[in-house]
């Protein structure tokens, strides 16, 4: 409300907040306020500053606006493992090595931000049990002495020997990672006896079995080399082509940076290859070029299209073969320029989101309408698509914007037909496997007339 009302900031600094010191509640303007962003450290201080309490998806703008100082910002703090220092013991080491690649298979999912170095970090994580953790805490001129149960320093973790279990370990880890809120999710994970419990917990949060066997292979396989032709991971064609699995994606780049990424990934039709190995690059995907090639609006699919495959026409071959991580960022790359250029052709302007964006790929404006698209793209024929929950969400909270979902097909340059781009502006709930939001493409439509309104109920499925 504010950035749309233009309201100062300095407005909000200046608001008296109900914050609390000890057991005391008071509406405070002029002292310092902390915003509670840790539990620990907010226990240690509670009776010497004043905490202001806020959910956490709001604690950004909490500070933005209100003017209030992150507690865990502010706090000194200055840690020292006692000795011996030993290593992680059995079971708890193995199933912590089991879990880490699922660890990062849910973490990919939910952003794709250094996704390699995230990769790199786990695999040197080291874990080590001391007898002693003792942490000097200092904020201002307040200074405590408290013992820790567990502490994050840099690759390492430590763990207070009498505090070793599931539960602390998944607190250190979510630290380590920047996700505090994500410890319940890996501590389940740590109390999993199989990987087959795990991956059972990953589709039970909405992943489906190709993205996670994907993300899996990624993970165990060799570290990818700075050459943009060693590419580590794999998704069979029939899931990308068809667009049985679409992980959330976005660009990461503006004009020129798209321009030079495109020029790396859609050189000319001679050099157009992203696979590394002789075998891969003798089958590896070329792609149309956007800024050359031309493309047709499609209607929405009618009944008795079939569900994905690289379909008829040329790219039937794609289907035996793997889709690379590098082609797979290619393909999502070229069907983004697709709809940028038509959607520069209606006089939008376009802005590419980054690539861990949630919900939507392009943000366009004109005549101060706002239009958010999250874009599928396939090498061949898709009737069926998956988004995510984040994603679904942005369409069912529209409001100020109108988020629209487009569909584009036959990317691949070994498919003779015309590259083809469908508008859904709404997806009813007959078209939704509700537990993963599988969309079927058949039973959505486009409506000039339709109103940019927010649907106002979820499917029965996700009360």
């Known amino acids: ?23 005391v509640w008071q509406y405070v303007v002029h002292e310092p306020r902390y915003l509670n962003d840790d539990n620990d450290l907010a226990n240690t201080f509670a009776d010497d500053v004043w905490l202001f309490h806020i959910p956490v998806r709001l604690s950004s703008e909490a500070v933005k606006y209100f003017g209030v100082l992150s507690l865990s910002g502010s706090v000194r703090v200055n840690v020292t493992p006692g000795e011996p220092q030993a290593r992680l013991a059995e079971p708890l080491l193995k199933r912590l090595h089991e879990s880490l690649p699922y660890v990062w298979t849910w973490r990919s999912s939910q952003s ?18 001391v007898p002693t953790l ?47 809120s994500e410890a319940d999710c890996y501590e389940n994970l740590l109390r999993c006896a199989d990987n087959r419990q795990r991956k059972e917990k990953l589709l039970s949060k909405g992943m489906t079995d190709a993205e996670i066997d994907s993300c899996l292979r990624e993970f165990s396989g060799p570290a ?15 899931e990308q082509g068809g667009g049985i699995f679409q992980a959330p994606s976005g660009s990461g780049s503006r004009d020129q940076q798209h321009k030079q990424s495109l020029a790396l990934q859609l050189s000319g039709p001679a050099e157009r290859t992203l696979s590394g190995s002789t075998e891969s690059r003798k089958h590896s995907l070329r792609l149309k070029d956007p800024s050359t090639t031309p493309y047709v609006l499609d ?16 790219s039937m071959e794609w289907e035996r073969y793997s889709l690379m991580g590098a082609e797979k960022a290619a393909l999502e790359e070229a069907g983004r320029g697709f709809v940028a250029c038509e959607l520069e052709k209606r006089g939008y302007s376009v802005e590419r989101m980054p690539r861990d964006n949630p919900g939507f790929d ?13 874009v599928k793209a396939h090498s061949g024929r898709a009737t069926v698509v998956e988004v995510t929950n984040r994603e679904y969400r942005e369409y069912l909270s529209q409001q100020g914007y109108r988020w629209e979902l487009w569909n584009v097909e036959y990317l691949a340059e070994s498919d003779a037909r015309q590259v083809a781009i469908t508008r859904y ?4 709930d007959d078209a939704l496997d509700t537990r993963i939001f599988r969309v079927d493409l058949k039973k959505c439509h486009y409506s000039e007339s339709t109103s940019a309104a927010a649907p106002q109920r979820l499917p029965q499925s996700g009360k």
């Open 1 to 23: 409300a504010a950035e749309k009302e233009n309201v100062p900031r300095e407005v909000f600094a200046s608001c008296p907040l109900l914050c609390r010191k000890g057991d």
């Open 112 to 129: 794709k931000k250094d996704a390699q170095g995230l990769s790199s970090r786990l695999k040197r994580l080291k874990v080590l049990t």
């Open 134 to 180: 003792k942490a000097s805490l200092t904020l201002g001129g307040v200074h405590h002495e408290v013992d820790r149960r567990w502490h994050v320093e840099e690759d390492t973790i430590y763990l207070h020997e009498d505090h070793v279990n599931e539960a602390e370990l998944a607190q250190a880890l979510a630290k380590a990672l920047d996700v505090r």
């Open 224 to 238: 990818a080399e700075k050459d943009h032709d060693e590419v580590p991971d794999k998704l069979t064609m029939g």
């Open 299 to 314: 209607n929405p699919p009618g009944g008795g299209a079939g569900t994905g495959g690289g379909g008829e026409g040329g």
């Open 362 to 374: 392009l943000r366009a404006k004109k005549n101060g309408e706002e239009l958010r698209i999250e």
């Open 425 to 428: 502006n709404e997806i009813p």
